[in-house]
């Protein structure tokens, strides 16, 4: 083989005193065959990039680019992604872990070559109360699942961690996941490309291993303006919704998930509402991009969506089958 098994990306930021036991959970895996991709985003914490350079020194798996100037967080994955070497690709971030030394090992085992992606279970940390939720998917995910009801769980319960799953590059290839992160948006940035995959692919689920997640302030998403992420979901939840319409017109069984994400789009959409005010008789959003995507989207979606729920779009494809 002239490259490692599996490609594991770290795209960084600062974070200093979290990376280093992201690190050191990396190195402690029982799979060995691995090459380990920093992209460092222009920290401007001290002692950062000496710390990654003597990293590099000691263990050649390791492999750090430094960016001379911030490139944002979806330039930095996709930098990542595209000095991938290995058949598998796996993300980590600098502020989350793996929950087990087999970590790699369990997802790997799941993979026999038809699989897209196996992710794993999850867990939550709420560094600022102590809470822990262990393995939170748990009852939500089981193999054996069609990717219609893969797509519903996705939409549904909106923790899927599909994205910090193990991928077959042979089947979901780098230019595919570069694509997850070729845009601009805040919220919800991976959900469109992720459940694209998931309806696109065969996927599966490992209970046994367990993404840890850490809740705090300090995450990305948290650090961003209230009403850009606002903005931003609710232009994920109607791309997405019209993936799954068009989806559902051809195969019936995407028909739960699609009416799911339609009432995600209009919870966003009544979410976007309370971020506005009524200036003169009129609803005026202070981001004006959220304004022209609402209505492009509602105008267009909204009939022919409610349209097809009372069984138009069923009859249309059942002509046409």
């Known amino acids: 083989m002239s ?129 822990f939720q262990e393995r939170i998917l748990t009852g939500v995910y089981h193999n054996g699942m069609s990717r219609a009801e893969v797509c519903l769980q996705m939409v549904t319960h909106r923790q899927g961690v599909l994205m910090m799953g193990l991928f077959n590059l042979d089947l979901v290839t780098k230019d595919d996941l570069c694509r997850v992160y070729d845009h601009r948006r805040n919220g919800h940035c991976e959900t469109v490309g992720m459940v694209r995959i998931a309806r696109e692919h065969t996927v599966r689920f490992q209970e046994a291993a367990t993404y840890i997640h850490s809740f705090y302030d300090g995450n990305y998403v948290r650090g961003c303006d209230r009403e850009e992420v606002l903005r931003d979901s609710a232009l994920s939840n109607f791309i997405l919704l019209e993936d799954l319409r068009l989806e559902a017109l051809n195969d019936p069984s995407f028909a739960l998930a699609a009416a799911m994400q339609w009432k995600n789009c209009v919870n966003d959409a009544r979410a976007i509402s309370r971020s506005c005010r009524v200036a003169d008789g009129r609803v005026v959003f202070t981001t004006p991009p959220a304004k022209s995507a609402l209505r492009l989207f509602f105008s267009r979606q909204r009939k022919a969506f409610k349209q097809w729920l009372r069984g138009s779009g069923r009859k249309k494809n059942s002509r046409q089958a």
Request: charged share 25%; net charge negative; aromatic share 6%.
């Open 3 to 131: 490259g490692p098994l599996i490609s594991i990306i770290l795209p960084t930021r600062n974070r200093l005193g979290t990376i280093r036991d992201t690190i050191s959970q990396i190195q402690a895996q029982t799979v060995a065959e691995w090459e380990l991709i920093i992209s460092d985003n222009a920290s401007d914490e001290p002692g950062k990039a000496a710390y990654l350079d003597e990293l590099a020194a000691s263990d050649p798996r390791v492999k750090v680019h430094h960016q001379r100037e911030n490139i944002g967080i979806h330039g930095n994955w996709i930098f990542c992604i595209q000095q991938c070497r290995g058949r598998y690709y796996i993300a980590s971030t600098d502020d989350d872990r793996w929950g087990e030394k087999a970590y790699l090992e369990l997802l790997l085992a799941m993979h026999d070559g038809r699989v897209a992606v196996v992710f794993p279970n999850l867990s939550i940390e709420h560094l600022a109360g102590g809470r």
